[in-house]
């Protein structure tokens, strides 16, 4: 009973500064996202080009995203962090803060995962549809938007929330350069009072809360996709 006191008093002590990391985790990821999907998007566009007449300019476009994915896929993580915080900011002598490196690092690495899954689902369209598009007229880019995207979109949604996931995670990585998101706010607390057993428990549990409940707006989102296909 008594430990089971201690416990709860611990957790009332360090909620307050766990879920202000976890905040800061949440925005991090937040503003990542939208920076990663933009590059996966053009990355995959770069390594779908074919322009028929223009064969080396639509090389040099599909090798530019073979090397930004070869590059970011065969790096861990945490390297990256430490070349874009401390070795771009020597190299070019301008300073940057934890937050920025984060942002530049989970981007580029989310990046480079999404354009294959974008690539996949693209290529996963019977191709017989865009064949049939283009034989009534429709242009590339028409046919592209308004018949072969909405259905890959329908396809890549859980492998897309997957990797949305694995970034919300993957920003525990950047409390290595210092920055208070939720496992280095773990690290302080631990740090004062060395009860890192109690400490981490709160940690995972407050990460598998963030990660569950993206996960269930997930499947809401197929849910309602799939019903939406069904109308039509």
Do not use: H
């Amino acid at each position: 009973m008594e430990a089971l006191n201690s416990f709860f008093e611990l957790l009332l002590e360090s909620w307050p500064v766990l879920l202000k990391g976890a905040g800061l985790t949440l925005r991090l990821t937040i503003v990542t996202l939208p920076f990663a999907v933009l590059l996966g998007l053009i990355s995959c566009v770069l390594g779908m080009t074919n322009i028929r007449d223009l064969k080396i300019i639509s090389w040099i476009m599909r090798s530019i995203s073979n090397v930004y994915i070869a590059i970011i896929r065969g790096t861990p993580v945490l390297v990256q962090v430490f070349f874009i915080y401390f070795g771009i900011t020597q190299f070019t002598g301008t300073k940057m803060t934890a937050y920025v490196a984060g942002v530049i690092c989970l981007s580029l690495n989310a990046g480079a995962y999404l354009s294959e899954i974008f690539r996949g689902g693209i290529q996963a369209v019977n191709k017989g549809q865009m064949e049939a598009a283009r034989s009534l007229g429709m242009p590339y880019g028409n046919s592209m938007i308004k018949i072969i995207l909405p259905q890959a979109f329908r396809i890549v949604i859980p492998s897309t929330v997957n990797q949305f996931i694995i970034t919300l995670k993957d920003t525990s990585i950047i409390s290595v350069i210092g920055l208070m998101e939720l496992t280095m706010q773990g690290k302080q607390i631990i740090a004062r009072n060395f009860r890192s057993f109690e400490i981490w428990i709160m940690v995972g549990v407050i990460y598998f809360v963030m990660n569950y409940a993206l996960s269930k707006v997930s499947q809401y989102i197929e849910r309602r996709l799939s019903i939406d296909k069904g109308r039509n």
